[in-house]
């Protein structure tokens, strides 16, 4: 989707959106119609244009398209046009993260506005109570991670035979992440007749069989060459560093720069709070979120970021699927990830609602392999950004000793393996009848050993 107004930095539309086409042509209702246009969209992507009008006929869709190509509003369009809202639990959305439950949730609110349609998220973490207290009122919509959906199904709180659509987002994670079972399990108890759309980046043959399993006739819709949204509006940066570097950079891009609204992206849990106390340290407000904190405190952290409250987020990747926020300047990926698809949905948290957003990357000696597969996934040259005033640090003292013992300690095992390695025959060993029978030395394992098994009536 585009605003009305796009950036001038923004490329031609015709890469991104079906720009001869607009949503009222797509044969939405007026309340649907009216929702899209309080949010300031007029043409839908190219996913859009192609999956909602198949959505609209009934069809059950496997529908491939990159990340950033508004799959989300793609399907649920579709939904929120046929569900009339007198019939609960009407729609099931499957996604593979709590974040992404959240996400999906509210993007849908957004768009059925104008409408009086109930969306629920279900999702690990969060209360218990909390959830089944929403799913008694009966709502329309279901959003939620196949762990809790199917723990809400046995407890009797989410039925499955009113069930009209079924949908799975980010197929492709959701098996990564080893949610194939449940799938399986949740798909399989819908007996009733259903609308089934699958969404993936990728279409692998495990997920192109599960739709033979689970849909009727299924149209197969491939958008591969459609340009990312997301990645079309951000400019994107790296800058080459060293490991130890990366601290002391960071805290001179946020002191010189003085970002609005960033979020810090790193790999791993325990890097995002030590690196949140290095900035509370510096003097520099930081916040952290990760899938460890209790579900309270990432929501009062959420809620914070929303309210313009806390300038700098540091993130682990878990939470890069679930952070929705308008006014987000800069994101810097601290750690690249080793998902190319990972850090396309990290910078699509900044360009939101028609903005232009920048993404900085730090990038070590050993990582221009990742790099290079991020350019090959997003078609775009990530051009290196220079340092400005910041001087990097020699290299730590503990590092270099390290270093020194490592290359001392493979250099002692070269010259033990060359010590202890089989000395070759002399030319007189090599044929002297008495050594070896008619004079000939072995200089080499015999091709074919007896190596076999032996058969017995045991088996």
């Not at 949010?39 to 909602?52: A, E």
């Not at 991670?145 to 199904?153: K, L, N, S």
């Not at 904190?293 to 409250?309: C, D, P």
Request: proline share 6%; hydrophobic share 35%; with cysteine.
């Amino acid at each position: 989707m585009t605003q009305t107004t796009p950036s001038k930095n923004s490329p031609a539309e015709s890469d991104i959106f079906a720009s001869g086409q607009t949503f009222a042509e797509l044969g939405l209702r007026p309340e649907i119609l009216d929702g899209i246009t309080k949010m300031g969209f007029v043409h839908p992507t190219h996913v859009q244009s192609k999956l909602i009008p198949l959505a609209l006929e009934g069809k059950d869709i496997l529908g491939q398209s990159k990340t950033g190509t508004g799959k989300t509003a793609a399907f649920g369009l579709p939904i929120l046009h046929k569900t009339d809202g007198k019939s609960p639990f009407a729609s099931l959305i499957l996604v593979p993260t709590r974040e992404l439950a959240i996400q999906v949730t509210h993007e849908l609110r957004e768009l059925a506005r104008s409408t009086d349609l109930k969306i629920v998220a279900v999702y690990g973490g969060q209360r218990m109570g909390v959830q089944i207290t929403k799913l008694e009122k009966g709502p329309d919509i279901i959003v939620g991670t196949p762990g809790r959906v199917m723990d809400m199904h046995r407890r009797g709180h989410l039925p499955y035979d009113k069930i009209q659509f079924a949908v799975l987002d980010e197929v492709d994670r959701m098996l990564d992440i080893g949610f194939r079972d449940d799938i399986r399990r949740i798909l399989g108890t819908i007996k009733q007749k259903h609308q089934t759309i699958f969404v993936s980046a990728t279409i692998s043959d495990e997920i192109d069989k599960l739709s033979r399993q689970y849909m009727n006739n299924p149209v197969r819709l491939e958008l591969t060459t459609s340009k990312s949204l997301t990645v079309s509006q951000v400019t994107q940066k790296y800058f080459p560093v060293q490991p130890w570097d990366k601290n002391r950079l960071l805290l001179h891009l946020l002191k010189s720069h003085k970002p609005a609204m960033t979020i810090v992206f790193c790999r791993m849990k325990q890097t995002v709070d030590a690196l949140t106390s290095y900035l509370n340290r510096k003097n520099v407000e930081a916040h952290a979120i990760h899938g460890d904190m209790y579900q309270g405190k990432r929501n009062s952290v959420m809620q914070k970021l929303r309210a313009g409250e806390l300038s700098v987020l540091v993130a682990s990747d878990l939470a890069a699927r679930g952070l929705d926020v308008d006014d987000i300047t800069h994101v810097i990926n601290f750690d690249l990830p080793e998902d190319p698809e990972v850090y396309v949905h990290r910078i699509g948290r900044t360009a939101r609602a028609g903005r232009d957003g920048i993404a900085w990357s730090f990038v070590t000696p050993d990582q221009g392999h990742l790099l290079t597969e991020i350019e090959k996934l997003t078609n775009t040259e990530i051009q290196v950004e220079d340092f400005g005033d910041f001087k990097p640090g020699p290299m730590p003292k503990e590092i270099s000793e390290r270093m020194e013992a490592d290359a001392k300690r493979q250099q002692e095992q070269r010259t033990k393996a060359s010590r202890t390695s089989p000395r070759p025959p002399s030319e007189k060993e090599a044929t002297d009848p008495s050594r070896f029978p008619g004079g000939l030395v072995p200089k080499e394992v015999p091709k074919r050993r007896l190596g076999g098994r032996l058969r017995t009536r045991r088996g």
